[in-house]
């Protein structure tokens, strides 16, 4: 079934570790994203990359890095995990601009 | 700044019609959508509005004006299942989403 793939599904993580949230995939789109979403909050843009090989910062993308080596895969790096960082992670892509953004069952972080 | 602005919760009863309205302020436009998210799930499409005027969709339509920077979602024939929390999110000049905080829809027996 063709869709996007988020690992791991859930996390708890100590404050100062490194950690690699994946995203993977199958539709072939040229654009994928990385948003964080908390209570009361709307989705936050983290990272965005619109095709292979670029990619750009959103919102929020202090202490968050990402990487786009090929059109399928698009991981997000805490390099150094704080509190504040604790979020449901989603991944999504689109088709192209005014195209509707499909989304992973996303990735719940919390860090201690 | 930008702001997308919508109501936090809202209650409704089976069989009925409930609508959802969003007023936003952005830095350009070039489209909006609506999404809904059941809990702890991620969000799904329902509807996209760039021109004004009402979109219908079986038992869901999306209302849109520019010139008044507002939006509705209507949803006819409630069902249990349409629970969920609606979000709006507004494409902006750079072709990024802007997105609402969402509006939980609590639906009554």
């Known amino acids: 079934i063709a869709g996007i793939t988020q690992a791991p599904t859930s996390q708890i993580l100590a404050a100062g570790r490194r950690m690699t949230l994946r995203c993977t995939q199958d539709m072939r789109h040229n654009a994928m994203y990385w948003y964080r979403q908390d209570l009361g909050l709307g989705l936050r843009l983290i990272h965005y990359s619109n095709t292979a090989g670029t990619t750009g910062k959103g919102e929020v993308p202090d202490g968050y890095s990402v990487s786009r080596a090929n059109t399928d895969d698009f991981p997000l790096t805490l390099a150094s995990a704080v509190p504040s960082q604790t979020s449901v992670y989603f991944c999504a892509s689109s088709d192209g601009d005014n195209q509707p953004q499909h989304f992973g069952d996303g990735t719940r972080l919390s860090i201690l | 700044g930008q702001n997308i602005d919508q109501p936090t919760e809202m209650t409704a009863t089976e069989g009925a019609i409930v609508q959802i309205n969003c007023t936003y302020q952005?830095?350009?436009?070039?489209?909006l959508f609506w999404y809904q998210q059941h809990a702890g799930e991620a969000p799904t499409f329902l509807s996209y509005?760039?021109l004004d005027g009402l979109e219908e969709k079986g038992r869901f339509s999306s209302f849109l004006s520019r010139s008044k920077g507002y939006s509705y979602l209507l949803l006819k024939e409630l069902q249990m299942k349409d629970s969920a929390s609606y979000l709006c999110a507004v494409m902006d000049s750079n072709y990024q989403l802007i997105w609402g905080a969402g509006t939980k829809l609590i639906i009554k027996p």
């Open positions: 952005t830095s350009g436009f070039n489209g």
């Open positions: 509005n760039v």
